[in-house]
């Protein structure tokens, strides 16, 4: 028996049972906007590429769902499913305190991660789970790629900080902190603040930037 | 009863709109710059504004039935755009606002486009897309601003689309009869592989087209460059809205900006809205491209907010960015 408990903005999730343990399962839609073609090579590229990188972020520690069954042609993931709150809402309801830590957690993670050299692609609070144990678990690495240049570490951490502001703004500026520490602690100083820098040059690489200086004319 | 007259030149329009708060368009007079080729040339965009504004401050006000006595504010486009342009409006702002003793509005031109769509639709609070020659942005009113959900990060969608069709061969002009030459071309076309991004909730173009002008020199036929890159960049825009639908938890869609104009663009938002279950509104056309209305009513809103600005500080601002504004209401 399987529920849908998520239409997200990639896939179909549901939970269910799968050889006897409770499991998520994610199934890639097809999108009525993308022409067949395009769709079914999206489609199939990031379900492959998503349980190969899952199966390689847990087998180094990091803490992503363990994978239980793949079939990319159908764009199907079954995973084990984690017991906890999504971080997005957990942060709406935690004490300041508590919401520190679940993100010190995060910072943790996702450093883990870009130790490894992998950029997530789509790092949100709505794609971490705080689990039980109080631990954060990272969901959706669909978009996720393995990098030689910190250029994609960079732009995680700019979308981190964007959905900071659009959903979490009123109190952005602690979480980002409890994120940081901790993700500095994990990827080491040198590197993060290499990171931080190609983040500060990302963000002036958007439309109509204050800061930007105008190009000087010869 | 309150009448502000708006004054918008940041691109390739010089337009002058008057609304009242009933609120009701007044009037509506436009001038466009067309280059004979290439893109926009800002001094001869600006150029051709000044010759030609005040004719459309005369159009616009007997179309109206005033005089420009009983305008009560002018409301005036000071960014974000192209400095030359730029400097025409608020120029004839300011002398509007100094020898008439008339109040002067700033107005945010990425603002007005939302807000025009807002009063022109149904929508209440949209996850708003705002895509035009100059501008890509996924956006929705949070906490006194609309925060950018995601943007392009590098050249902006109808930025994509006249740079694809004009090193094609096939334009200017951009847009005939309402329909941009990379649908007429796009017509016939199959699908064949370019490059898909979307990093997030960001999208970007300018590796596509690279992609596209290679793949049409080594002999892909036109149709099917056009028609393939058509198709990854609307379904890369699509995708990153659906993100943002599925991120803030918005049960309404709301296209503006020029290239909104664009059916086959709409096609695609219908088929992501009729998927997800939530409403699709879509600015009309007229209101879609620049124009001066949108920054009367936009004018409107902020002067009834008390946002007034004295002449002398009415500087425009190039890059002035849509969630750098307070808004009130």
Not at chain 1, 53 to 65: C, D, K, Q
Not at chain 1, 116 to 141: F, K, P, Q, R
Not at chain 1, 198 to 209: D, S, T
Not at chain 2, 297 to 304: E, P, R, S, Y
């Amino acid at each position: 028996m399987q529920r849908v408990i998520y239409l997200g903005a990639e896939a179909l999730v549901a939970e269910g049972e799968f050889l006897g343990r409770k499991a998520v399962f994610k199934l890639r839609l097809r999108k009525p906007y993308r022409v067949l073609e395009l769709d079914r090579e999206i489609v199939s590229r990031r379900t492959a590429a998503e349980a190969r990188i899952m199966a390689m972020l847990r087998e180094r520690g990091v803490n992503v769902p363990r994978i239980l069954f793949v079939d990319p042609l159908y764009g199907l993931i079954v995973m084990e499913k984690v017991e906890g709150v999504v971080l997005r809402d957990a942060l709406g309801v935690l004490s300041g305190e508590k919401a520190c830590r679940a993100m010190a957690e995060f910072g943790r993670e996702v450093g883990a991660m870009h130790k490894l050299g992998v950029a997530h692609g789509d790092i949100t609070t709505s794609n971490a789970v705080l689990s039980n144990e109080d631990s954060i678990y990272i969901l959706d690495l669909g978009l996720a790629k393995h990098v030689e240049d910190i250029e994609d570490l960079a732009v995680d951490l700019h979308l981190l900080i964007r959905v900071l502001e659009s959903s979490h703004y009123a109190v952005k500026e602690d979480l980002l902190k409890c994120f940081m520490r901790s993700y500095r602690s994990v990827v080491g100083v040198d590197e993060a603040r290499k990171i931080f820098e190609r983040v500060a040059e990302i963000r002036m690489r958007g439309r109509y930037i204050e800061e930007r200086k105008v190009r000087k004319v010869n | 009863m309150v009448i502000v007259l708006g004054v918008e030149s940041t691109a390739h329009t010089f337009g002058i709109g008057i609304v009242s708060d009933e609120p009701r368009i007044l009037a509506d007079s436009r001038f466009n710059y067309v280059p004979a080729r290439g893109g926009i040339h800002p001094r001869e965009a600006a150029d051709s504004f000044i010759k030609n504004a005040p004719s459309v401050l005369r159009e616009a006000l007997s179309q109206a039935g005033l005089s420009i006595d009983s305008i009560d504010v002018v409301a005036v486009a000071l960014g974000p755009g192209l400095g030359p342009c730029l400097r025409v409006g608020a120029t004839i702002a300011r002398a509007l606002s100094i020898y008439y003793s008339k109040p002067l509005t700033p107005v945010n031109h990425a603002v007005a486009h939302i807000e025009i769509g807002r009063m022109l639709t149904d929508a209440r609070d949209p996850l708003v897309v705002y895509i035009s020659g100059g501008n890509t942005v996924i956006t929705a009113k949070q906490g006194g601003r609309y925060r950018v959900f995601g943007e392009t990060l590098d050249i902006a969608l109808g930025n994509f689309m006249d740079a694809l069709v004009r090193e094609l061969g096939l334009a200017p002009p951009y847009v005939v009869g309402g329909i941009h030459a990379i649908d007429r071309c796009s017509e016939g076309g199959r699908y064949v592989e370019l490059p898909y991004v979307v990093k997030g909730q960001d999208t970007s173009y300018s590796g596509l087209l690279t992609a596209a002008l290679r793949a049409y020199r080594s002999g892909v036929r036109v149709e099917d460059i056009c028609f393939s890159a058509r198709e990854v960049a609307y379904s890369s825009l699509v995708e990153v809205a659906e993100r943002g639908l599925a991120q803030l938890g918005k049960t309404e869609i709301l296209l503006v900006g020029g290239v909104a104009a664009s059916r086959y663009l709409v096609e695609k938002f219908k088929a992501l809205a009729e998927y997800r279950g939530v409403e699709l509104y879509v600015v009309p056309p007229r209101y879609a491209v620049d124009n001066g209305v949108m920054i009367a009513w936009t004018g409107m809103l902020m002067f009834k907010y008390g946002v007034t600005i004295e002449p002398e500080n009415a500087v425009v601002k190039q890059r002035w960015r849509l969630d750098a504004v307070d808004i009130y209401w």
